[in-house]
């Protein structure tokens, strides 16, 4: 990935504002839960450190579309294997029951939450058990040309709706830091955004 450049105008022109390093996944986790829009806008996340079959999943996520959003974080650069660990969380969630489900998005709003808690029933009452529509997204500070490579050809061949998104942080001063990010998205043409009753996501 390119090196980006960032400058502060002030008084006496442009200052070059140096990268620094941050606690990428213990944060960027937390500031991504507070704030969904730091991945894509419209995101609801239902779940933190999800338990599956086949690890942990970061935080787990309903898309506009009504669609399930599996975002895995690494601290550093991103590569295959990470979309690789990212598609066998998806494929957990495929295969999870409406309770099991359920029982995950309780364990993370517990009683707050309250339209996440009725966004997510609504869907699973209307989706046909084990037909989840499912997405990923991997974040972390850079990404390897071999992870975009595999994600065009899921995509392309395939159907599977890929998002990879990277950061850089900067220090302005007085423990101030600014967040910069990099978006990737192959996707595949995708509907309307769903239409919730008497509710948004957007």
């Known amino acids: 990935m390119s090196q980006l450049g960032v400058w502060r105008i002030g008084e006496r022109g442009p200052e070059r504002v140096q990268p620094v390093a941050i606690d990428f996944e213990k944060e960027l986790e937390s500031w991504i839960e507070a704030d969904p829009n730091l991945?894509?806008?419209?995101?609801?996340?239902?779940?933190?450190?999800?338990?599956?079959?086949?690890?942990?999943?970061?935080?787990?996520?309903?898309?506009?579309?009504?669609?399930?959003?599996?975002?895995?974080?690494?601290?550093?650069?991103?590569?295959r294997e990470t979309l690789a660990q990212a598609l066998d969380y998806a494929?957990?969630?495929?295969?999870m029951s409406a309770?099991?489900?359920?029982?995950?998005?309780?364990?993370?709003?517990?009683?707050?939450?309250?339209?996440?808690?009725?966004?997510?029933e609504e869907f699973l009452e209307e989706e046909e058990e084990g037909e989840w529509e499912l997405r990923v997204c991997v974040v972390g500070l850079s990404r390897d040309p071999s992870l975009d490579r595999v994600?065009?050809?899921l995509a392309h061949r395939y159907g599977v709706a890929i998002k990879a998104v990277t950061f850089e942080a900067y220090e302005?001063?007085?423990g101030e830091r600014v967040l910069v990010r990099q978006l990737s998205e192959v996707e595949t043409p995708?509907?309307?955004?769903?239409?919730?009753?008497?509710r948004s996501v957007e």
Request: glycine share 12%; net charge positive.
């Open 91 to 95: 494929s957990c969630i495929a295969t």
């Open 190 to 198: 995708v509907a309307e955004p769903r239409k919730w009753t008497a």
């Open 172 to 174: 302005l001063g007085s």
């Open 151 to 153: 994600a065009k050809f």
């Open 39 to 79: 991945v894509e806008t419209g995101l609801r996340i239902v779940g933190r450190q999800v338990q599956t079959a086949g690890g942990v999943i970061d935080l787990l996520a309903l898309d506009p579309q009504g669609r399930w959003v599996v975002i895995e974080i690494k601290r550093g650069r991103l590569y």
């Open 99 to 120: 309770e099991e489900l359920r029982g995950q998005v309780d364990n993370h709003l517990g009683k707050r939450g309250k339209e996440e808690r009725e966004l997510v």
